[in-house]
C-alpha cells in the first residue's frame, strides 16, 4: 500500500514563493508517476505537474509552466514542488498522487492535501 504525505503549505504574499514535500511510503510503480494536483475552492481539481518516478521526465500545466518545478529525491522517498511567482489563481488544496500515468484517472494513490492561501 502506497502512502503519500503532503506538507509545505501555507499563506504567502502574491508573488511569492513556498516548496511542497510529498513523502512516498509503500511500494511505487518502477515506471510511474508521482504528480501534483489542485483543487480551488468551488472548482474542480486539476493537474499541476508530474514527475515519471526514477527517470525524472516532466510535465506541467500550462498555468504553471515557467513558475513551479517538480523535482524527487528517491534517496529520501520525497518528492518536491517549487512554486514562485504565486498568482491570485494558485491557492487550493495541492494534492500528491501516485500512479501508472500522469492524470487524474492513472493515479491510484492519493495524500490527504496541503492548502496554500495567498494573504493580501
Known amino acids: 500500500q502506497v502512502q503519500l504525505v503532503e506538507s509545505g503549505g501555507g499563506s504567502v504574499q502574491a508573488g511569492g514563493a513556498l516548496i511542497l514535500s510529498c513523502a512516498v511510503s509503500?511500494?511505487?510503480?518502477?515506471?510511474?508517476?508521482i504528480g501534483w494536483f489542485r483543487q480551488a475552492e468551488g472548482k474542480e481539481r486539476e493537474r499541476v505537474a508530474c514527475?515519471?518516478?526514477?527517470?525524472?521526465?516532466?510535465y506541467y500545466a500550462d498555468s504553471v509552466k515557467g513558475r513551479f518545478t517538480i523535482s524527487q529525491d528517491n534517496g529520501k522517498n520525497l518528492v518536491y514542488l517549487q512554486m514562485r511567482g504565486l498568482k491570485p489563481e494558485d491557492p487550493a488544496v495541492y494534492y500528491c498522487a501516485d500512479g501508472k500515468y500522469c492524470a487524474q484517472s492513472g493515479m491510484d494513490y492519493w495524500g490527504k492535501g496541503t492548502l496554500v492561501t495567498i494573504s493580501s
Open positions: 509503500g511500494y511505487t510503480y518502477s515506471a510511474g508517476y
Open positions: 514527475i515519471r518516478t526514477g527517470l525524472g521526465g516532466t
